[in-house]
Structures are given as structure tokens and as C-alpha cells.
């Protein structure tokens, strides 16, 4: 790859200094100059307003995959440190590296990324990329796009993880297309082929109807979108020793395209977590009406469960698109899972068939939904789910 100013069409104008995040462009004699502390971010060639800046990216044929080496998990900063997800990329991620006999990094953005890298050395990286600078306190498209970029392009690693979050799946793809690789989003399974070394990423796809195993062949980084809560956590280790490597940056605020003005959270939103729930009472089309899911909410208070919900009944409009468990909702993993009137389709299956507890109470013997549940009561949800609610109701209040 290859990136330099057309001295010819320069104007001297000084945007893409502005946008440089790694303050590798200079002026000489009026005009921009590419220094070399580029990495090759190609932050600057979408801000040159006379196309400048030309970035020649190598043919197919030329990447040589020896040159890359490492697995990276790209961290995800909640707002009480290191989101789950990123625990759980880390232990994938170590599983990854021994087979390849490589090494395992970290890569944290933020305001306070020193402080954060480490605390992160305990969840069992080699390495810990910090970077710090106030224009990362909130992820933001655009700046995470240029330093990861150049991060990725400066140490050439040969797998980098994401998680398969909003974050995610939003940054991935932006950077898959800046760097000129491949992306599997979504992945349920990563593994090494161990004769070609590849990553070998598998996920549901044609709506859950096959499960395909796709590997990147040609390009490097090889890179994956990950689903929260498929993937074992590292458990913490608190003796654990990484090296911590501090990547400064600069940014100028007026040439970021995106200022965050203010964030309005959903407060209904926020009370729903399913991904951490330990019970979950899930209603679905056998719901017959919105109003209908007041008898899923009585049961769910009744054990301190969160209330799910299949597809149909939150594209319906019936409950809010948060209740959603599913391929396309929540992956759940809770010790009690409660499915009301729910069919059993595969796409419903892939969010919840990691429950330790499944109960289905369906009017139809046949449901798929009983193959996979532990207790199957075949009958009418409007009799049995209130009935079930007074006697959680009697058990636990005689407690
Ligand atoms: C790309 C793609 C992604 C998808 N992602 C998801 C996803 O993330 N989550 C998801 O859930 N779906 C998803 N779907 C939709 C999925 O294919 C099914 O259509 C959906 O799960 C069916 O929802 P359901 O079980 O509520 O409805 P139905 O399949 O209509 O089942 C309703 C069930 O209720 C039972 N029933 C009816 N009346 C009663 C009663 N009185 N008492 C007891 N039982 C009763 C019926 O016997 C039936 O089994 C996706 C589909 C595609 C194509």
C-alpha cells in the first residue's frame, strides 16, 4: 500500500494535517507532505477537498500473509470499564494465539485508555495498546476508523476480533473496507484449521437455515464480528503481567465530521438487560394481542425475571424491539428460560438454546420448541401461565 500528495494539485489548503490523528502531515514550501510517521490510516484522503491524496492499495496477489502475525481483541469501553464482550473476545482470543503459538493484544481507545489498560492486563493479554486522547472519550465512527486503521496497518496483526455490538458492527466493516480485507460479521464459533493456519469463522446464515464456515483466504488482518455471550469469559488474573504500550495521537476537533452533542438514553431500554438475565419469561405470537403480554410481565415479576420476546411480536409493534431474543435480538444465556406460545424457529433457537432450563408451553405437541426444551406442557398459555404465576406467587411469599 502506498499514499503520497500530488504536489501538482495541493492547494496548501491544510485540512488533511488537521485530520492526521498520527500528526504525520506536514507542510513544506505551501504544500502537504507525507511524512514517515504515516501508518496508512487513510484518515486524510476522504477530507482533501481536490483529491490530492492518492492511496494505491497493493493487488490481491501481493499481500503476503507471512507478514502478519498476533491475534488483537479490539476493546469495547462501557460504562464501568471493559465491556463483557471484550472479556469474553479475550478468551477466545488466548485459545487462538496458543494454537497459533503467537501473541494476544488488547487495543483500548479512550480519555483514560492508560488507566483502563491497566486494570485490562488482569484479563490476560501479552499486550495492551493504550490510546488516550479527550477526542476518544465516546466512541465516534470516524476517529476509531483512523487510529485503529493505523494501528492495524503499523503492526500487521493476523486476526483482530470485535465484538457484534452496536459498536461493532458499525466499526468492522469501516475498517474492513479502509484496510481492504474480509469480515465475517456475526460469527458463533472461530477456530484454527491447523494445516493452512486460518481462521475458520462460523455463523448461521440464509436466516439460520445453514451454519457457513468462511475463512479469509487472500487478505489480511482475518477479521470477525463476534455475538456477546457465545464465548467464555477469562476468568480475571490478578498476577497477570502484559506490556502496556502507549500510542499517542492528536486529533483537531473541527476536522472530525461528528460532534456529540448530547446522549438521550432510553431509560425503559436500560432495565432490560437479557444478556445478563437469570430468568427469562419470553412471549410470542401466541400472544394473539399486545395487551395480552400483561400476564408474561405478572409471571416474570413474580420471579424476578426479564421479560423476552420472539420476532414477529416486536416487529408487530406489540413490545419494544429490546425484548427481542433471537438471531437478530438478544443471544441469552439464562439458567430459566420461559418460552410462551413461541413456535421454536431456528432464528428464535440461536439467541436462547444456551439456556441451562428451557420450559415451552405451546397448544401444539408438534412445536419444534419441545425438542429443545427440558419441560414441555402442551396446553392453552392463557390458562397455564396464570396458573403458574399463583403458585410462584404462593411459593415464594410462604418463604
Ligand atoms: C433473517 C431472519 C432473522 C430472524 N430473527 C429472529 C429472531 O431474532 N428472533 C425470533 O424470534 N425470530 C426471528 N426470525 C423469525 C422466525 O423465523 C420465526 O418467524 C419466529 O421466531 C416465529 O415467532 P413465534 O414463535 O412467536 O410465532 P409462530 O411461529 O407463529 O408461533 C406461535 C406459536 O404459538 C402457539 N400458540 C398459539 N396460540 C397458543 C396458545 N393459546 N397457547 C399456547 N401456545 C399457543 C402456536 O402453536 C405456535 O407454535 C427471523 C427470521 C429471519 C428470516
Redesign the pocket.
Known sequence: MNIYIDAEICTGCQLCVKACPYSAIEMADGLATITEACTLCGGCVSVCPVDAIIWEAPAVEEVDTSDYQGVWVIGEVGEDGLAGVTWELLGKGRELAEDLDTELSLVVLGDKAGELAQKAVQSGPDRVFAVEDAALARYRTGTYTDVISGLINKHKPEIVLFGATEQGRDLAPRIATRIETGLTADCTGLEIDPEERLLVQTRPAF??NIIARIITRNHRPQMATVRPRVMQRLQSQPEHAAEIIEVPVSFDEDSIMTRIIDIARDEAAGQVNLQDAEIIVSG???M?KPENFAIIRELADALGAVVG?????VDDGWIAPYH??????STVQPRLYIA?????????L??MSGADCIVA????PA?P?FEVAHYGIV????E?VPALTEIVREELGSR
Open positions: 436466516g439460520g410470542g405470537r401466541g394473539k420476546a420472539s420476532r414477529p411480536t427481542q431474543v433471537g438471531q437478530t435480538g410462551c406460545g413461541i413456535s421454536g424457529a431456528v432464528q428464535h440461536a439467541g408451553i405451546n397448544t401444539d412445536a420448541i396446553g392453552d398459555l392463557f397455564v
